[in-house]
T-cell receptor, first 114, second 113 residues
Framework: NAGVTQTPKFQVLKTGQSMTLQCAQD?????MSWYRQDPGMGLRLIHY???????DQGEVPNGYNVSRSTTEDFPLRLLSAAPSQTSVYFC?????????????FGSGTRLTVV | QKEVEQDPGPLSVPEGAIVSLNCTYS??????FMWYRQYSRKGPELLMY????GNKEDGRFTAQVDKSSKYISLFIRDSQPSDSATYLC?????????????FGTGTKLQVIP
């Protein structure tokens, strides 16, 4: 029972580089989302999806892109990395009908942009 | 102003103490209230979930919601060193068929043996 799997766990990028953070879940959850967590700012929603082919912006979407071609996968793309994108990124998933079970989070990707 | 406010701490208590963690919120549409626990360098995990006002107990943990004052509390009885973590409160409302969740910034708790 893997839950939510994020890769890589750590990444260092140079300013201007692009990369994709991977997120996969094996619980058949309809809802998937990406958060970034920064000291003093808490968890901030970047993008979310309520099903394959459906995505929408969250609170801080600029500089990030997502797509959802399958129920299981929800990759996050950094188009041109900036130092302000240094953060810990979490992917989370849940069902749409059983909200009392809350979100299942991945273990995070620690990204440093230099 | 954030919709969910939480004192960042840190909060240090001796083992066995009763811990009180608190949040306030501003959005009257919030219906669901949650507490997540996050260990260092790990993802948050759901600890407790309540709907509307009232209390909910699970072992040593009690979650309390007072919608009249927009106040959310988590009480930990007989605190243990393994309870040392950051505790995130969260509130949600229905938005287009799914729950839109807003998180507090988290309170770091240290339980000293």
């Amino acid at each position: 029972n893997a839950g939510v799997t994020q890769t890589p766990k750590f990444q260092v990028l140079k300013t201007g580089q692009s990369m994709t953070l991977q997120c996969a879940q094996d619980m058949n959850h309809e809802y998937m989302s990406w958060y970034r967590q920064d000291p003093g700012m808490g968890l901030r929603l970047i993008h979310y999806s309520v099903g394959a082919g459906i995505t929408d912006q969250g609170e801080v979407p600029n500089g990030y892109n997502v797509s959802r071609s399958t129920t299981e996968d929800f990759p996050l793309r950094l188009l041109s990395a900036a130092p302000s994108q240094t953060s810990v990124y979490f992917c989370a998933s849940s069902t749409l009908t059983s909200q009392e079970y809350g979100y299942t989070f991945g273990s995070g990707t620690r990204l440093t942009v230099v | 102003q954030k919709e969910v406010e939480q004192d960042p701490g840190p909060l240090s208590v001796p083992e066995g103490a009763i811990v009180s963690l608190n949040c306030t919120y501003s959005n009257s549409a919030f219906q669901y209230f949650m507490w997540y626990r996050q260990y260092s360098r790990k993802g948050p995990e759901l600890l407790m979930y309540t709907y509307s006002s009232g209390n909910k107990e699970d072992g040593r943990f009690t979650a309390q919601v007072d919608k009249s004052s927009k106040y959310i509390s988590l009480f930990i009885r007989d605190s243990q060193p393994s309870d040392s973590a950051t505790y995130l409160c969260a509130s949600s409302s229905n938005s287009g068929g799914y729950q839109k969740v807003t998180f507090g910034t988290g309170t770091k708790l240290q339980v000293i043996p």
